[in-house]
């Protein structure tokens, strides 16, 4: 019997990179819980509507006083200092994971009228970059690069940073604002931005440190504008909202979100098909949080020379690294 247009329209949409993805990993075993996990960043903002409900998620109250407030003013208090070591000039400022930009005015503000400034923003979301674009040209604190490479995932930091060093900018400067390293496994990521950097260049990374309680910090991350950001992964798996329940826990150094299966579930999609039990767990999202003294050793492993600023209550990091 052929499909109703009432049946069609309530059907959900699944997405085929979010389907293959699971398809490719499988699951692992837990006692007797099968594990899905499909922790990746590059699935968060594939369509429009997840990437404006990350933008969302930053206007929220409680990630707001987190991180966007906490960041801030570790620039601010420490932005004499800062200024004093990255004083080459002229400067591109390359923005991993640049979000609208936002992160990078305030550091933008502040360098303007100091250094001369190129400001390349990269991000796997196109929606994304346009806004940055929009928000930095607002400044007019120099040259905003548009160029093939701004919507990209961090596997081509190397072709990026190298296209940039052109003419009488040879200095690079990568922003990693907003806790972006903590959706990365920590080696891997340092790795490779370290190998995009010249001697000179320099690296800041605005990170969350753990603290003594992991219940506290779990309280940040089960709020209901993180669910309204994740819970598009499950719902573009096939899976909707009634069907799943959203968790975290704290788990190797990170926050581990996801969503448990509620009933079981079949789901087909292009000749592939998947079943779900219930109970089942889909991992969405891991952010690492390590202490002071780990996050110190790994930059130093990696870096020359390493300035850290932490704020008051020692839950979030300021880094500025120099190859």
Request: aromatic share 10%; with cysteine; glycine share 8%.
């Amino acid at each position: 019997m052929a499909e109703s247009k009432t049946e069609s329209k309530d059907k959900p949409k699944i997405n085929d990179l979010i389907f293959k993805e699971l398809i490719k990993r499988g699951y692992s075993l837990e006692g007797n819980t099968r594990i899905w996990n499909i922790a990746d960043s590059k699935l968060w903002y594939l369509t429009p509507g997840q990437a404006q409900a990350f933008l969302d998620l930053e206007k929220s109250e409680n990630y707001d006083l987190n991180i966007i407030k906490k960041e801030i003013k570790l620039i601010n208090d420490n932005m004499p200092e800062i200024l004093n070591k990255v004083k080459e000039t002229p400067l591109n400022i390359i923005d991993l994971g640049c979000g609208d930009g936002k992160k990078a005015v305030i550091f933008t503000e502040k360098l303007k009228g100091n250094v001369k400034l190129r400001y390349c923003p990269v991000d796997i979301s196109g929606y994304m970059v346009e806004k940055a674009l929009k928000n930095i040209r607002g400044l007019d604190a120099g040259e905003v690069v548009e160029f093939q490479w701004n919507i990209s995932d961090f596997e081509n930091i190397q072709n990026i940073t190298g296209l940039l060093r052109q003419g009488e900018f040879k200095k690079n400067l990568i922003l990693l604002l907003g806790n972006t390293l903590g959706n990365f496994e920590i080696n891997e990521l340092l790795y490779e931005i370290r190998s995009s950097m010249k001697g000179g260049d320099f690296l800041l990374i605005g990170n969350g440190l753990s603290t003594v309680n992991p219940e506290d910090l779990l309280k940040t991350y089960t709020t209901d504008e993180v669910n309204n950001f994740l819970i598009k992964i499950p719902q573009q798996l096939g899976l909707n909202e009634k069907e799943v329940e959203f968790g975290t826990r704290f788990k190797n150094s990170r926050i581990e979100l996801y969503y448990t299966i509620k009933q079981d579930k079949n789901l087909e999609f292009q000749g592939k098909r998947v079943h779900f039990n219930e109970g089942d767990q889909i991992i969405v999202s891991v952010s690492y949080h390590y202490n002071r003294e780990d996050f110190i050793s790994f930059l130093n492993l990696y870096f020359d020379d390493v300035l850290v600023k932490v704020s008051e209550d020692g839950s979030y990091a300021l880094a500025l690294c120099k190859k």
